[in-house]
């Protein structure tokens, strides 16, 4: 995200206006502009690694362990999800930069439907082959009590993350940094309060289970959003 946004930016480097790329107002624009994305980054990094610290705190190394090794499936997910969305990023801008934010929308409603698709019937066979693929990959000692639904909670979670797999990016196209800055706040702040109360009483079900209820509440909260983003940048498409 951060990154993206400075690529962004540079992307318009020109020699006709490189002096003021250099210039102190404009750095110190930039910084200000990329301020929020910097504290979004901090607050993802958060969210992705309260669990196991708290884990930590609160349980045993046998719990934090089972986890651990179910999250990274979740992390294959995650780390695909960032290819994608790098890939798509750059044509949602020029789209976005063009005004064409009903093809804009349009492309965002497609890619989300075919890759959900996709991505739900992978879901599904992991699901049903889950013994075979632990077993083979961190071997028969990690098939626990409650391992299946700790594996379900979690692939539910892979499920509604790529629900709104574009909209975060959509709000940095969108010159929104302290919107999505907001977002993965209450996304980060609502996982550390879940896990404090669900990780003492259920362990590595209530990791997931606090995954899952942050993931559900940041689906809320992007989707409202971009709700109402849309329809504001469709009326002034339209005057």
């Not at 994608?84 to 890619?111: A, C, D, N, R, V």
Request: charged residues 10%; proline residues 1%; contains cysteine.
């Amino acid at each position: 995200m951060f990154i993206f946004y400075f690529n962004n930016k540079l992307n318009y480097l020109s020699l006709s206006n490189i002096k003021n790329y250099f210039s102190l107002s404009y750095c110190i624009s930039l910084l200000k502009q990329s301020l929020p994305l910097f504290i979004s980054t901090l607050a993802v990094t958060i969210y992705y690694n309260s669990d196991v610290i708290m884990l930590n705190l609160f349980t045993t190394v046998y719990d934090v362990g089972i986890y651990s090794a179910y999250y990274k499936i979740v992390f294959v997910f995650l780390t695909l999800k960032a290819v994608i969305i790098g890939y798509f990023t750059s044509s949602f801008s020029q789209l976005y930069k063009m005004g064409k934010i009903e093809k804009l929308t349009k492309k965002i409603f497609i890619l989300t439907r075919y890759i959900l698709s996709i991505t739900l019937l992978i879901l599904i066979v992991i699901f049903f082959n889950y013994t075979n693929i632990i077993t083979l990959t961190f071997g028969e000692k990690y098939l626990v009590e409650g391992s299946q639904e700790l594996l379900l909670i979690l692939l539910t979670t892979v499920f509604i993350t790529y629900l709104y797999l574009f909209i975060p990016t959509y709000h940095i196209i969108a010159q929104q940094q302290t919107k999505f800055m907001y977002f993965t706040l209450i996304g980060s702040i609502s996982n550390v309060l879940l896990n404090f109360i669900l990780i003492p009483k259920y362990g590595y079900i209530g990791a997931s289970l606090s995954t899952l209820g942050s993931e559900i509440a940041l689906l809320i909260i992007f989707f409202i959003s971009f709700k109402k983003t849309m329809k504001v940048r469709h009326a002034e498409s339209n005057n």
